[in-house]
């Protein structure tokens, strides 16, 4: 008949049971006494499972970096400007890191032929990474995103042969994070990161053209957490703490003493308040002079307010603990032997992983984007390690045959056998002016 009506054959019983069972919890059925119960049947498609995180419906449209919520770029970079602690530790972070030695050297069990020549390519490249800066000042730039918005952004350019030309520092704040269905970043060659300029989405980069290296990164979040978000209150308390300190020494909140007169003066006060301010406003030798005051005068002096305390100690400490710089000029006076161990343990808290995020990125650069699969950065020196006490360390296992001398000058980041035939062991910022 051409007007039959098809239907579906309905699931048999053993498939209806299959289907039912197919949620079961074993061992938990609906007599059980107070028991768990079984689960509710999941809602959603089997290829949702495994997804990064709960993102909100339409995540990708939402193209204004970091607007989802908590404290934006901007207003991170004015704390991070506003309060001259803080920036000093900023500073003084930056400075640490730029005054380290480093080096390229062949990765280990690496057959690298002419090692040599690519070692010094290498170091000839980050001499001047984007071929303007100095390889200091360019450090710099990189960690001022890490450090205050933890969103460091580094463009690779390339020549027309394909080989590596440039590393453009990219303002991390214009960076907006994509991506796909399982919520984590999409595959080359498929857009990842979103440049929005002047309001609008302005370019796209796959996940292979754009190197975004937020350090702290969050299952939950598309953004990094920096050191200076993680203090954000303090830094507002320290700011408004700033502010009536300077509203102190600019108008202050109330006279540095209050004088009784005669109390039948009514309107003479006025006339004698002027009268003394004018004689003694703006005259320093005058102040020095005899004065004659009227009957029943008394001088009462105001106690002024401390203007630093404990808690303004209190908040250094907070600040530098985020940042692992020792707390020594802003706290009291300590001795020192504690002043060297506060000094140590920064290093190892803050220092020594900094330096591994370095190396890790810039490992990335040379091994993918410079095409040196067999070579590495590495650090030469350890300021948590005592220089006199790692040779006295290396000397024994050398000695003792434990270790080789070029395994000793690799630790070193001298290098090994290439050294000896002229790879440039040590690159310094200030030895490539």
């Avoid at 600040?319 to 000029?329: G, N, Q």
């Amino acid at each position: 008949m051409s007007d039959a009506v098809e239907r579906p054959l309905t699931p048999n019983v053993f498939a209806r049971l299959a289907e039912a069972t197919r949620y079961a919890i074993t061992g938990v059925s609906p007599q059980s006494w107070f028991g768990p119960q079984q689960p509710l049947e999941p809602q959603a498609p089997p290829d949702v499972k495994g997804r990064q995180f709960d993102y909100p419906f339409g995540a990708n449209l939402n193209y204004v970096p970091r607007s989802e919520g908590g404290i934006s770029f901007a207003e991170l970079r004015a704390l991070a400007d506003a309060l001259p602690l803080l920036r000093a530790v900023i500073e003084t972070r930056k400075d640490q890191v730029a005054a380290q030695n480093f080096s390229v050297r062949a990765r280990a069990r690496a057959n690298v032929p002419d090692e040599s020549a690519r070692i010094d390519r290498a170091l000839a490249f980050l001499a001047r990474p984007d071929r303007r800066r100095l390889f200091g000042d360019w450090l710099r730039m990189l960690l001022e995103d890490l450090l205050v918005i933890d969103a460091a952004t580094i463009y690779p350019r390339y020549d027309r042969a394909g080989k590596l030309y440039a590393l453009d520092v990219i303002d991390g704040a214009t960076i907006k994070p994509l991506i796909g269905e399982d919520g984590r970043a999409p595959e080359p060659p498929d857009p990842a990161y979103q440049q929005v300029l002047h309001g609008v989405p302005a370019a796209d980069f796959s996940a292979d053209e754009l190197l975004y290296l937020p350090r702290n990164v969050r299952a939950h979040r598309l953004y990094g957490m920096s050191p200076v978000e993680q203090v954000a209150l303090t830094v507002n308390i320290a700011l408004r703490r700033e502010a009536a300190t300077l509203e102190y020494y600019r108008a202050g909140s109330s006279p540095d003493a209050f004088a009784t007169l005669p109390k039948e003066w009514t309107s003479q006060i006025r006339q004698f308040q002027d009268y003394f301010d004018a004689l003694m406003s703006g005259n320093s030798a005058r102040r020095r002079m005899l004065k004659f005051m009227p009957s029943d005068f008394k001088l009462i002096e105001a106690r002024q307010p401390p203007l630093k305390d404990l808690y303004d100690e209190w908040l250094a400490r907070v600040i530098c603990y985020a940042f692992s710089v020792p707390a020594t000029p802003f706290v009291a006076q300590v001795n020192r032997a504690t002043s060297e161990t506060m000094r140590m343990q920064a290093t190892q808290e803050g220092l020594v992983p900094l330096k591994t995020w370095i190396k890790s990125a810039l490992d990335q650069v040379l091994q993918v984007c410079m095409g040196e699969p067999s070579l590495e950065f590495v650090w030469v020196g350890d300021d948590s390690i005592d220089p006199l006490q790692q040779a006295q360390t290396l000397q024994i296992l050398v000695s003792a045959g434990i270790k080789t001398r070029e395994e000793a000058r690799a630790e070193l980041g001298l290098g090994g056998d290439g050294a000896k035939a002229g790879t440039p062991g040590l690159g310094k910022y200030k030895s490539q002016l």
